[in-house]
């Protein structure tokens, strides 16, 4: 679990705690009673509460030995930040992200490789740092973006000697 899960959920719990009405953590809807403790108790993260609905299907989930992974719940979905690339050329993103943001990828990449049981919690990390960023598979690690006329695709790998190279190309456009 990354710091920033830990802390969301440090945040979630004082909430909760304090009362406050929020929606389902783990759904995001508005389906959480007024009275905290009468909603269903997480059998999966210790001391939050979710959604009767949520309640349930964490129930059935933990009766086939299987879980919702704390990345796809509402409170630690990546907040996805604006980045404008939408209307910029291809070769104006990739210089772009090879100026603002390769660092952040290669410090993501090296995570995911000395981590894997985290990927996808770096995996989150990384569109909430990397603006513009619209895909990236961590299995060969490759960040796609989007820009007005043509993909671009910025691909990580680990050298024999540790280093990390990077390959960045333009994609043809359809």
Not at 28 to 33: A, I, S, Y
Not at 157 to 163: A, K, L, P, V, Y
Request: aromatic fraction near 6%; charge should be negative.
């Amino acid at each position: 679990m990354t710091e920033k899960m830990i802390a969301r959920l440090a945040d979630l719990r004082a909430r909760q705690q304090a009362g406050e009405h929020m929606r389902c953590p783990r759904c995001g809807q508005d389906t959480m009673k007024p009275d905290l403790k009468t909603n269903a108790l997480s059998r999966h993260v210790e001391d939050v509460y979710i959604c009767d609905s949520c309640g349930t299907a964490e129930a059935l989930l933990d009766f086939m030995k299987q879980e919702l992974p704390l990345t796809m719940w509402a409170i630690c979905k990546p907040l996805r930040p604006a980045s404008g690339f939408g209307g910029m050329t291809a070769a104006d993103v990739l210089a772009k992200v090879m100026t603002d943001q390769l660092h952040t990828l290669i410090a993501i990449y090296k995570l995911c490789e000395a981590y894997p049981e985290n990927r996808d919690e770096y995996r989150a990390e990384a569109y909430e740092t990397c603006p513009g960023l619209t895909e990236l598979w961590t299995e060969p690690f490759t960040a796609r973006y989007d820009s007005k006329d043509s993909p671009v695709m910025v691909r990580f790998r680990m050298t024999e000697s540790g280093d990390v190279q990077v390959a960045a190309n333009i994609l043809e456009a359809k």
